[in-house]
């Protein structure tokens, strides 16, 4: 997986293009890869990526933070735009790269109201799937994130963090596999019906197929080639 951590996407991708060295090794290897991103350089690769999903070894999310870029803006200043998100879903599903969109996070009193219209964005561009994520603020997000909302929503922020801790056991962080994307609670439950739906209405009968596994082979080109 790319971006298990970090977006691959990022804007030093444009100069170093590791993520496409990555990709190139993953097509002459013949080795199944997923990519999450949030970034519309993604279409950079195309060509690399229709080679992969011939052989049924590339799958891509796409990450929906908002439905507008007014909420976007706040969120994510430096982040590709929502229209080019989607544009990037539309660019990969026309050539039937499997995508898959991401809804994350979901913050309640935010962005926790425009789930429905996130999920019907990324059908109508081509997502074949979609998934949501709940909000936690684990380590050193927690104090960012507070500030975040003192600068941006000071006149919600002791409700919103409140809603937060309701999703995880009364505090902000949350560890526990199995709860921590979801959450539980009240709040929890009520994005889980508006996501279910959602997914009913516009992605009832889809899903991202299976990556090939069985097509692993060493490739004849070097390491170093691949980075010269």
Not at 2 to 31: F, V
């Amino acid at each position: 997986m790319l971006s298990g951590n970090t977006d691959c996407y990022q804007p030093a991708e444009k100069k170093y293009r590791l993520t496409r060295s990555i990709l190139a090794l993953m097509r002459d290897w013949r080795h199944p890869v997923t990519i999450i991103t949030k970034n519309a350089l993604i279409k950079r690769d195309l060509d690399l990526l229709e080679e992969l999903n011939a052989l049924d070894l590339v799958r891509v999310a796409i990450s929906l933070t908002a439905a507008t870029d007014e909420t976007r803006r706040l969120m994510e200043p430096r982040a590709s735009t929502i229209p080019t998100r989607l544009d990037a879903i539309r660019a990969l599903s026309e050539r039937k790269i499997p995508v898959h969109a991401m809804l994350a996070p979901i913050i309640p009193s935010i962005n926790d109201h425009e789930v429905f219209d996130r999920v019907r964005l990324a059908a109508e561009a081509g997502a074949v799937s979609a998934s949501w994520q709940i909000v936690r603020l684990n380590a050193e997000v927690g104090p960012v994130f507070e500030a975040w909302l003192e600068d941006h929503y000071p006149d919600r922020r002791e409700r919103v963090l409140n809603q937060i801790r309701s999703c995880h056991g009364g505090s902000l962080s949350d560890s526990r596999f199995g709860t921590r994307m979801r959450g539980e609670g009240q709040t929890a439950e009520l994005i889980r019906q508006q996501f279910q739906l959602a997914r009913s209405r516009y992605l009832p009968k889809t899903e991202l197929p299976p990556l090939r596994t069985d097509l692993f082979r060493p490739s004849r080109t070097g390491m170093r080639e691949l980075f010269e």
